[in-house]
């Protein structure tokens, strides 16, 4: 299948939330200030039980994306991975210095029985104070009423959604009404026609030309779940 992207979401949502920190009115200071605002929200990204994974094709465009801008970005995957400009973590071991080092989280995860409720109490506390959290991934890593009561408690800013664990998300929700939370339909991975068309045409030729199904690129490990 095709690899939708969700690159711009992530960097949208926080240079969003950046300018709405920034006073207005000197245009030179406001600039100094941005930068000095996006070089001190260390990103964390947990785009990342991967491998070559598309989960990880889309954790990689991000960084690179969140780069542009000079934002610091942290990286956490289950092996250890080496990607320009982003300082790295792996494994239960370093998952709670990722957390520790981030400002930013930026969900990008399959769910697994191993990740589900991942974004909870005990993580999400973990990050700096003030943070910020964006869930781009699915529904099921967060647990709701955990975010809510780390907003209300001041130790998270703010957090935008973009999945739920029932959607539509029901109107008595509480994520609708709670006024540091922005919640989006769904739509923060655009498939692009183009790509898409010219990825599933690859694969099938490389099917048809006698590849074995299990050396296709993007095959899902399927105890994996990912």
Known sequence: FGVPHPTGY?????LAWIFQLLPLG???WEINL???LCGALAVGLTAALFSSSTRWMLGERVALALQVF???VNGWSRSPKDLPGVRGFSGDAQWGEFLAAS?????LLPLTPQTENILNRANLSQLQAGGYVINVARGGHLVDADLIDLLDSGHLAGATLDVFRQ???PSEHPFWRHPQIT???HTSARTLRAETIAQIAAKVRLWASGTP????PGVIDRQRGY
């Open 10 to 14: 992530p960097l949208w949502t926080l």
């Open 26 to 28: 000197n245009a030179a």
């Open 34 to 36: 941005f930068s000095g």
């Open 70 to 72: 000079e934002f610091p």
């Open 103 to 107: 400002k930013v989280l930026v969900n």
């Open 167 to 169: 959607e539509p998300l």
């Open 183 to 185: 919640v989006t339909p």
């Open 213 to 216: 199904p299990a050396q296709l």
